[in-house]
Every structure is written in structure tokens, then in C-alpha cells.
Nanobody
Framework: QVQLVESGGGLVQAGGSLRLSCAASGRTISSYAMGWFRRLPGKEREFVAAISRSGSTTHYADSVKGRFTISRDNAKNTVYLQMNSLKPGDTAVYYC?????????????????WGQGTQVTVSS
């Protein structure tokens, strides 16, 4: 099993940046594709970004493309989400997730392990 713990959330003004981290324990994340999802207030969990096991392939939701960057450091067993040009509409709880396949998809049901989430609030 993999345990995932997110950190780095907080309050930021519109236009600002945050970097989220997801630290894994229990097993090495090099065996998993990794993804970031978010739950906006009153809405279902939605896909943000995913990265392949090796880190060579990434894909993003259209809403964050060009502003967010997912990366991973398998040696540190950590995945990151760099978020730039933040908007109030990015306010959400952000979750990282691990998928046993090589490249994670955009559906929450494809992922096997989840963190507890970290709150990101963007003020206008």
C-alpha cells in the first residue's frame, strides 16, 4: 500500500503561485503513475494533471494547461504541482493519487490510492 500526504496549500492572492507536494510512504512511487485532482466547493472531484511513472509524459485539464506543472522526484518519493497565475476559480481541496498503470488517466476511479487533500484558497 501507498500512503500519500499532501502539503503546500494555503491562501494566496489572484495571480500568485503555490507549489503543492505529495509525499509518499509505504512503497516507491516509481511503480505508479501519479495524478492531482481537486474538489471545488459544491462540486465533484475533477482531474487536474497526471504524470507517467518515469515522468516523461504528462497531461493536464484544459482549465489549468499553461498555468500548472506536474513533476515528480522518484528518488524523494514525492510529486509536485506548481501552480502559477492562480485564479479564484482554482479555490479547491487538492488531492494527489497513485495509479498502478504506467500513465494515469483523468478519471478518479482509475486511481488506487489517495491522500487526504490540502486546501488552496485564491482571493480576488
Amino acid at each position: 500500500q501507498v500512503q500519500l500526504v499532501e502539503s503546500g496549500g494555503g491562501l494566496v492572492q489572484a495571480g500568485g503561485s503555490l507549489r503543492l507536494s505529495c509525499a509518499a510512504s509505504g512503497r516507491t512511487i516509481s511503480s505508479y503513475a501519479m495524478g492531482w485532482f481537486r474538489r471545488l466547493p459544491g462540486k465533484e472531484r475533477e482531474f487536474v494533471a497526471a504524470i507517467s511513472r518515469s515522468g516523461s509524459t504528462t497531461h493536464y485539464a484544459d482549465s489549468v494547461k499553461g498555468r500548472f506543472t506536474i513533476s515528480r522526484d522518484n528518488a524523494k518519493n514525492t510529486v509536485y504541482l506548481q501552480m502559477n497565475s492562480l485564479k479564484p476559480g482554482d479555490t479547491a481541496v487538492y488531492y494527489c493519487a497513485a495509479d498502478k498503470s504506467y500513465m494515469g488517466g483523468s478519471g478518479p476511479g482509475e486511481y488506487d490510492y489517495w491522500g487526504q487533500g490540502t486546501q488552496v484558497t485564491v482571493s480576488s
